[in-house]
């Protein structure tokens, strides 16, 4: 589903890329970037995080002059103060009405930090629902934009990409959710990797031992300080050893099953042996 | 203590950091030793340095810098340093009569371009400015951030701040470098959410935090790097992490579990 | 000072330098100046006394008493040892925290006459100096040799049974925060909308005392002394005014008095001045806001009294009045704090002396616990249950 979302065999009009600070949405957004410039005539990318010439530099020459890169942090207002909204990708959207046209927005947090998330929503509705505006992709930062904002952007989309870490170590993992003008919802589970260049590569079905756990409070909280280090003996238990070591019977339990020994002390008494009758212990008081 | 931390780092302290835009999150009381080393290095590099002090004097930066052999005074005369007293701008919010053109007040309604001229008229006291190429890519070292979040500037605002000084910083040529510390406290709503914000913006973010296990003689603490997209090309994130043991003027790095103390 | 040259007394003649101010000395761990908090065993724990420029945060304990006897302290250090007074508050009557200071111990024994009056009578002095001399009888008619006046030594202690003597007070050095007017509406003001109008006139009254006083660094004079500033039971609510309710966020509330707090280092840093501030610490909700106001403190120090807590039955505490926490020590002008290690501490109050020390066990419980249980005991966990019944068998 990636794969084909990434190449246009799927359509989607809002493309909603939700990343953490473990994995980041940004190198996924330059690959998506890439191939939209191959399919439409001119894409928008506003940048709020990094400067055009991060995305420029990146893009295969041939396709750069599709590439319209507009710096959201030079909209200001009339006080002087950054404005952090989409306005400016709006006018420029709708002055290049006719010509197939993408957008791609790096990313969404700032504006919905700034103004009420519903407005935001509203413009990038306008956006997508523009006739000739193919595609908009757009990243939002799962770990700073709360649920109600979240929840708004996608119940609006058409295909959310959940980017999460994967478990093997390397590489990403992605919950793909992904519904067709048909009305079919596509869910799919998918990890894939970037090569040097940052390029996508190796899309291929999750496997279910990937999954990446949620990440709960794991098993206990008090941190061990003899996990780091490296002892040339064991100090853990395994399961077995654990078993054994309560089957252990503890010598001097009086469980009243120990059988009493059939042995016995025989004492032959010395000349210089002196019998005192008396108890040595009589004034002891315990 | 430069260049421990430089080795660490892996990287040249001849010119770093260039074109980074670096976030320090304190969530120990001694991270502040971060911020030492970048200020030192920067002195001792002969770059153009714009100081913002939000929480203590330049005095304690000062004696700091000559236990580790820089001195800031002669880089101040020499116009290779300006250092803007946070602390006072900040206590002249309380003093009646200043208030109406006091900076960081303005910033508690969003409006952040008075300090952001501040900062700018200060860089172009010591030769930076953005008309003209000069020698030496400029620092702006921010220390630290928790104060506007204390005295009740909204998070949204002290994130937009940040932003305007990234863009004011790349907006020279060569570009400058960014270095901004956060102090985190435990449970800190505010606090947590704004480090969340600047890992995002930052290329490099680097956490000092204390060991889980409580305190400890030998082992003052931990240290994470993570080095991110940098400002003009991608890069694969990665990495590093250790711990640490500070002395008067030194700094020990060691892997977990190395300590000296432990081996 | 008194002259005796007749006495063979070594006397160091040195000039008055910046580094000879009464009753400060220089620390042991870096090159500040230190002044004492009136508690000797509590400088030895936060690297050897209170920094000039610094402020100490003393987190109440639950009733406020002990902080308050040890704002007293503070404050009748300052007394024996010449130096300016600031004192504020909005609980009660500076004037009546004044008259409570305690004496000194030493004022009993040995006249602690002020050194300008120099006519010090020999017949004031107590019984047991008036003995002849027998064996250094030459030294008899010898004037007699006033001891290093108490000014000069660091830290006293302090008798709570009497009062200071009220001549000690120097009217002149001493200054009193403005006073909290509890019915004043706030009016359309002046004040900053995010400013607590209090806290507001607090700051700059101890602005203008620093400026007026003499006591900013900038200031040139041969003779210099120090501004110990004391206030009571700051945050407390009576310091809130109406600026403050409207705010439903107890954030933004508090932003007022992190506000104040960076104001006021920023006056110290560049002063002659200390300051001991109690703060009501526990009645603040959020943990995060104790967070900040201890991060915008240098030196923060716990009190926690057993007064009316479960601790108070605890047979492990029954030597103590109540806990010491030391949660920080300055970094100031260093990368690493004067001392790492913060023991568990302990206070207890006698007549005659505060003194703070080490938790350690009474006698009769360290027989009968296990070793290493030392650490359990200080977080209040009962120890070994037979203990303190007497046993037969303990040692």
Known sequence: ?286 | MLAQICQFLGVDSSDFPLNEHVFVADKSKDGGFLIHYFLNLCVKQNRPLCFVGLSQSFNHYCTVAQKLGTNLLSARNNKNLIFIEGLRLISDIVVEGKEKTNPILQLFNGITSPLCNLVYDSLKEIGVSSFQEHFGAPVLIIDDLSVLLSVGVPLKYVVSFVKRLQYLVTSYSPQGSLIVSLCIGEGDGDEEDTWVHLSHLGTLSIEVSNLKSGYCKEVHGQIQVEWKDSYLKPRKVHYKHTQYRLSDKNIELFASGMSSAVL | MASSEQTPSFRKRARVKIGQIQGTRPSLYNNQLLVSTGIPSLDSFIGGGLAVGTVLLLEEDIYGTYTRLMLKYYLAEAVLTKQSIFISSADESTEKLLKELPASVDSETQSSHPVSSSNINAETTTADKDDKMKIAWRYQNQKKVQGPPSISQFGHYYDLTRTMDPSLLDPDLISHGPSIDLDSSSSASESPPHMNKHYQKLLMSIRDKIRQGGFSTSHQAEKRSILRIGIHSLGSSLWDDDCDATSDETRASSASLMLFLLALRAELRSALATALITVPAHLFQDRAVVQRIERLCDTVVRIESFAGSEKEKNPVFKDYHGLVYVIQIPRLNSLVPAQLETPDLAFKLRRKKFTIERLHLPPELSSSTEFGGGVDIARGSACGSSSSSSSKLAF
């Open chain 1, 1 to 286: 589903m990636l794969e084909d979302l990434l190449k246009g065999h799927e359509k989607s009009r809002f493309i909603l890329i939700t990343d953490s600070l473990e994995c980041i949405g940004r190198h996924l957004l330059l690959n998506w970037v890439e191939s939209a410039l191959e399919r439409c005539e001119k894409l928008f990318l506003l940048c709020f995080e990094r400067p055009p010439d991060f995305f420029h530099n990146w893009i295969q020459p041939h396709l750069r002059q599709k590439l319209i890169c507009i710096n959201g942090n030079e909209d200001w207002d009339e006080t002087g103060e950054m404005t952090f909204n989409l306005a400016r990708v709006l006018e420029e959207v709708a002055q290049g009405e006719g010509t197939p046209t993408c957008v791609a927005i790096d990313s969404l947090t700032l504006p919905i930090l700034m103004r009420p998330a519903p407005v935001t929503c509203r413009q990038l509705h306008r956006l997508a629902t523009s006739d000739h505006v193919i595609q908009v992709a757009v990243v939002v930062h799962r770990d700073l934009t709360d649920q109600h904002a979240c929840g708004l952007l996608e119940h609006k989309a058409t295909t959310v990409i959940d980017l999460l870490p994967s478990v093997s170590g390397s590489g990403h993992a992605c919950h793909i959710r992904h519904c067709r003008p048909t009305g079919k919802v596509f869910k799919t589970r998918e990890s894939f990797d970037f090569d040097e260049a940052i390029r996508i590569k190796r899309i291929s079905p999750l496997k279910a031992t990937q999954e990446p756990q949620k990440i709960l409070a794991l098993t206990s909280q008090e941190p061990d300080p003899t996990a780091n280090l490296d002892l040339s003996f064991k100090l853990q238990l395994s399961e077995s050893e654990r078993e054994a070591r309560s089957q252990v019977i503890l010598p001097y339990l009086k469980d009243g099953s120990s059988e009493t020994s059939t042995s016995k002390i025989l004492y032959e008494a010395d000349d210089a042996d002196d019998f005192d009758e008396e108890d040595p212990d009589d004034d002891l008081n315990i």
